[in-house]
């Protein structure tokens, strides 16, 4: 699938509001979207009832007040975690943000959204299944649909076998071997990957493909700037404070 006209911003805003709210919470996009940002990254995963929640770690103890694995739990405890007085005192008391309660706020708020299918390890294809599924019925009646990401391509497979339509963009941290070949045989529109892994051949073989190119996660002007100069066509920041997503 090549995306000839893409519909989406060139600046997204890491997990909500990058390090300047609890991320991943309600809370972070209403901040991030407080800077003008209108395109949010998140990570999703499920509970172990399968109710798909914001969360990046597999385990809940960096950013929660609980303990363990997240995905072990069902939805019911995990919606009674503090998730925002690790950042600071003035978000604690902050919940985990269900998918859909964040879902219903892009969309009522006319934001686009970059979902980070991350799986709790052993449920890759699981996780994609349901989350893709959920988001197709979400944005049913969208004009722009979620970008649906993941390191795991058998999430990826899963999410296009669940719901095809939805593009999809291959994560990376390397340039392991087959990379390209296996972001198209997975039907993706985009590659995904650390910004230091760009340079003028990778960035022009990716466009010959038809894909796009994003970038993780850029924080320094001397970073936006030299993906500028490549062409790349997004980045994705912590500091929405610093980069104003219009420029």
């Known amino acids: 699938m090549t995306v000839v006209n893409w519909p ?19 809370a972070a996009f209403r901040l991030g979207a407080a800077h003008g940002y209108r395109m949010f990254e998140c990570d999703v995963k499920l509970s172990a009832d399968d109710v798909p929640f914001l ?22 405890e995990l919606s009674l975690l503090d998730a925002g007085g690790w950042h600071s005192r003035a978000f604690a008391g902050e919940p985990l943000a269900s998918f859909e309660s964040i879902a219903r706020y892009c969309l009522r708020n006319g934001h686009l959204l970059n979902i980070e299918i991350k799986p709790t390890p052993g449920t890759a294809g699981r996780t994609g299944k349901v989350v893709a599924q959920r988001a197709a019925e979400l944005w049913a009646n969208a004009h722009t649909p979620p ?8 999430a990826l497979a899963a999410a296009r076998e669940a719901a095809p339509d939805l593009p ?50 850029v924080n320094d002007e001397w970073a936006a700037e030299r993906l500028t100069a490549l062409g790349t066509d997004g980045i994705i920041t912590d500091r929405v404070d610093l980069f104003s997503p219009t420029a």
């Open 168 to 217: 999809r963009g291959l994560l990376l941290d390397a340039m392991h071997p087959n990379w390209l070949d296996i972001a198209q045989q997975l039907g993706c529109v985009a590659i995904v990957c650390n910004h230091a892994l760009w340079d003028a051949p990778t960035v022009a073989r990716v466009q010959a493909a038809g894909l796009r190119t994003l970038s993780y996660t």
């Open 55 to 76: 969360m990046h770690d597999a385990t809940l103890d960096r950013t929660t007040n609980g303990h363990g694995t997240g995905g072990d739990k069902p939805w019911s």
């Open 147 to 154: 970008l649906l990401t993941s390191f795991e391509p058998d």
């Open 8 to 26: 989406y911003p060139r600046w997204v805003a890491h997990r909500g509001a990058g390090k300047l709210a609890p991320e991943n919470t309600l």
